[in-house]
């Protein structure tokens, strides 16, 4: 036939299975030839080992019996000649590893597993071919040997310093991605003999003859180290929540890989349960990065907008991190309360970013530039409060760097006519709208639809000559080309990047409001583990805490959550969480306290901490908080609002003996200024009594 097959001639010194061997691909290894390798000679060994080691310097998984960077076996059979050619299945078969280019072009197949190897207790050696992804759970300290690898959005090259990653579970696991580097023109001789010297500090002989055998050209060897620090050891100090770092595998694995990830502190996961862009998203991120870098129109204004849960802070995130590949600072504006990003809840807040972030909020709490305590979780109560809020915070945005705004997800009825008021107030150069099939549609906030609309305190384009603002500050934004013709108003245009999103959403609307507690919460204690020494001290309970003692006439007092009788004040201020704010009025020359405002006032907000007590014979506050001293002595007031303590700060907390102090069962949760279900305040303190039930709380407070 013309078509047919035509096998060499094989000498009868050949056995039957050497011969089906080599009739396959030769990175495969099929279960029979493992089955019967104590009959092989030597030699055949030798050549058996040699494959095989060519299979594992391209990355293929040999003992699963599955490849896809070999030539099919009928391909690489001679063939007749035919009448006209026929298209093979495979449109670019690649041969086995023989040469530099080869081994490089078997690299950027999508294989199974990289190469991995331990190194001693708690670090692992990972070769990462180009374009091949590791995506894994757990913590650990990234460092690239050799080559160039991407993190989240990150790329880490080549003597930079190591990068603590945070891989968790309430998250998209993260993906280490090696990426296309530069390379000069050398031999493949000189690329192994230049990685070899970069390894010697890091890696012993054995180790680094190990890297070579699998080493090939526009690899990348990147060192994970096992990771624990201060924040990690507070959180997991909790029960429940050892989960959120690092979970056990349901079946234990016995093989090199599973042990070396195991020691480090990392499990392999599917790449699907990576994160994924979309080809949009990728689009609109390129474009953003390279508007940034230039420096002709000036520094943009990133707005990201959209519903729940659509992946705002995953792409907020990852767009930082990919800039500050390219760029020394991006400012982030925090206008969400709900799910901040820097600051515990309930803040709006100005940031200058100069360090990539690759983990969870929890985990990254800063300083702010400037940060302002708005108290609550949503701002449906009181709009015009929380406009004012941002139109403080965002004056004193310098424009030096590029701005990324982050929006509520409340994005319907009036919360879309807030939405339009901020682009209007803002003026954004870009806005990036993320949208789902499985969440509410919004419609497309294109600058003409902005133009026509009118939001909650600023009329549309075709309404601006009527002049008719709820606010007055909000006239102050619009220029009149000409003022006798009353033209309209000529907006600054901003351009829409529309994104649709398939991010693992691991919320539903039947557990988002618990999950979104959690995650509050996990943020608090977040914030509340820079009270904790260094690694690798002891952890401190924060009841064996010394707390501040706060003089009654040296702070004014404000709950801007609830109006509450100024008899029931510090019912509401005791074990509490409270904002440390700085007011420009001066409340030095009372004499008596406590010092009660009328309104919320928009100040300055310099960190929070935890009313642990108070003490109505001195007249004191106690106070346990992570702001330093210098800062402290500028505070003049504690504001309270409905951020309430985690649940698990008062009930496991380490040391505790007896009935817990604050926590019971007969409490009126209906009480104006009550934060909620659990927290609840005891009285005794307040009579100047203190109860043995309250001492251990209160045990380092004099």
Request: hydrophobic share 35%; glycine share 6%.
């Amino acid at each position: 036939m013309a078509d047919s097959v035509l096998l060499p001639r094989r000498g009868p010194w050949r056995s039957t299975w050497l011969r089906a061997r080599k009739a396959r691909s030769q990175l495969i290894l099929s279960r029979r030839p493992r089955r019967r390798l104590r009959t092989l000679r030597w030699c055949g060994r030798r050549r058996l080992r040699r494959r095989l080691l060519q299979a594992q310097a391209a990355g293929v998984d040999w003992s699963e019996g599955a490849c896809q960077v070999s030539q099919p076996a009928a391909e690489r059979r001679p063939k007749a000649a035919v009448p006209s050619p026929i298209p093979s299945p495979v449109p670019s078969p690649v041969p086995s590893p023989t040469s530099a280019e080869d081994t490089a072009t078997c690299c950027q197949a999508n294989v199974s597993f990289p190469p991995v190897r331990q190194l001693g207790p708690g670090r692992a050696l990972l070769l990462l071919p180009v374009e091949q992804c590791f995506t894994f759970s757990g913590i650990c300290r990234v460092t690239c040997l050799y080559g160039q690898v991407q993190v989240f959005g990150f790329t880490i090259s080549q003597g930079q310093p190591a990068q603590e990653v945070y891989s968790v579970y309430t998250q998209s696991f993260l993906t280490i991605h090696a990426v296309h580097y530069s390379m000069p023109e050398k031999s493949r001789k000189a690329i192994k003999r230049e990685a070899r010297t970069l390894l010697r500090s890091h890696l012993n002989l054995e180790d680094r003859r190990w890297s070579m055998k699998h080493f090939s050209p526009l690899c990348s060897i990147v060192l994970l180290e096992h990771l624990k620090t201060s924040t990690v050891n507070f959180i997991i100090s909790y029960p429940g929540l050892s989960y959120i770092f690092m979970q056990e595998s349901p079946t234990f694995q016995n093989n090199s890989e599973y042990l070396a990830l195991r020691s480090v502190g990392i499990r392999k996961e599917k790449r699907k349960k990576g994160l994924n862009f979309t080809q949009s998203a990728l689009s609109a991120l390129e474009e953003l990065v390279s508007v940034s870098c230039e420096e002709v129109d000036g520094c943009p204004v990133i707005l990201v907008c959209g519903p729940q849960d659509v992946g705002k802070s995953t792409f907020n995130r990852f767009l930082m991190n990919h800039l500050l590949s390219s760029i020394s600072c991006v400012d982030y504006l925090e206008c969400d309360l709900g799910q901040t990003e820097f600051t515990p809840p309930g803040c709006v807040s100005l940031l200058n970013i100069t360090e990539p972030v690759l983990g969870p909020p929890f985990m990254h709490q800063r300083k702010p530039q400037k940060m302002v305590y708005y108290g609550k979780t949503s701002c449906r109560s009181s709009y015009e409060n929380y406009i004012e809020i941002i139109k403080y915070v965002f004056s004193s945005y310098k424009k030096e760097s590029p701005l990324i705004i982050n929006t509520m997800g409340w994005v319907s009825e009036q919360g879309l006519l807030l939405l339009i008021d901020l682009i209007r107030l803002l003026s954004p150069s870009h806005v990036v709208q993320l949208s789902s099939p499985k969440r509410s549609c919004m419609p497309s906030l294109t600058p003409d639809y902005v133009d026509g609309m009118d939001g909650l305190y600023t009329k549309s384009k075709s309404k601006v000559r009527n002049r008719g603002f709820e606010l007055a500050e909000f006239a102050d934004m619009f220029e009149f080309a000409d003022e006798e013709k009353e033209s309209p108003v000529v907006f600054t245009g901003y351009k829409l990047m529309s994104i649709q999103s398939e991010f693992i959403f691991r919320k539903t609307s039947r557990n988002r409001a618990s999950f979104n507690k959690i995650l509050r919460d996990l943020t608090v204690l977040g914030y509340l583990s820079q009270l904790q020494p260094p690694v690798p001290k002891p952890l401190s309970p924060l009841h064996g805490l010394t707390p501040y003692q706060v003089p009654f006439n040296a702070v004014a007092l404000r709950i801007t959550h609830a109006d509450v009788a100024p008899t029931h004040i510090l019912y509401a201020v005791n074990a509490s969480w409270v904002g440390l704010c700085k007011i420009l009025d001066d409340v030095k020359g009372y004499t008596n306290g406590p010092i009660l405002l009328a309104q919320t006032p928009i100040c300055d907000c310099l960190g929070f901490g935890i009313c642990r007590g108070v003490d109505m014979e001195k007249r004191l506050y106690h106070i346990i908080t992570p702001v330093p001293p210098e800062d402290l002595r500028t505070v003049n007031c504690l504001l309270v609002g409905a951020i309430s303590i985690p649940q698990r700060i008062l009930k496991n907390q380490r040391g505790l003996e007896g009935t817990i102090p604050y926590v019971t069962a007969d409490y009126n949760i209906n009480l104006p200024g009550a934060s909620g279900k659990i927290g609840a305040r005891e009285t005794e303190t307040y009579e100047g009594r203190r109860y043995p039930k309250v001492k251990q709380f209160y045990q380092k407070a004099n």
